[in-house]
């Protein structure tokens, strides 16, 4: 119904949630925050986000935390938006886990310890969280806040790839071709460009231009063309 009608699921969403049912205010909360069937309002997105995670909403709660974080609505506060994303994850939600790690592995808003985010990720991938496993994936490659264990990373870009992680294929990828298996290096990097976003793309065409195998390098182009297209999207969206 909301891909089909947006606007009139947005005001089944809205009436829904005024007559207090949980689900739709944290569904409100989030489709005001995509201006999806509804007028964009980050403010008024924040307020229902809260509403619902005080009644014990937890994905409302965490996306309540993604708020703080960015600065969607209301002011950026790091600090606090960590404590929202604890009260999901110690709820069981792979979402805030991941989030919440991933201001310990930076320091944001929280003491930075990497040991912390390393057990959230590690938490989360085992709720079947696509982007932990890649990062639990790194961890354990690197050896950084654990032993390292390369066949154990394998097996973690692996599951995060084949969960439609595009971090996670990447990461896959580049390991498949340092096994020599080019053609399927190939594949899961076709894999990731299909979906991976701006940033990712601005950052692993530039990996890729240093890779040891020509066909690896080749990629890269196709790389910066998704690129050049979303820039240029974006700019689009902008000026209109």
Known sequence: MLEESPARAAQAILLA???????????????LLDGHGIALDLPLA???FGIAAGQGHAMARNMLGRCHEHGWGCAADAALAARHYRIAADAGLDWAMYNLANLFATGRGVEEDQAQALALYRCA????HAKSMNLLGRYLETGDACPQDLHAARDWYRR???????RGQFSFAALLADE??????LDWLRKALATGNAN??????????SAHHPEIREMAIAYKLKLSDLTAGQSGNAAA
């Open 17 to 31: 949630a005024g007559e207090g049912v949980l689900e739709a205010q944290a569904l409100l909360g989030q489709i």
């Open 46 to 48: 924040v307020r229902w």
């Open 125 to 128: 991938a085992g709720l079947g």
């Open 160 to 166: 995060s790839a084949e969960g439609g992680d595009f």
């Open 180 to 185: 020599g298996r080019i053609d399927d290096a």
């Open 200 to 209: 990712f793309l601005r950052v692993s065409s530039e990996a890729l231009l």
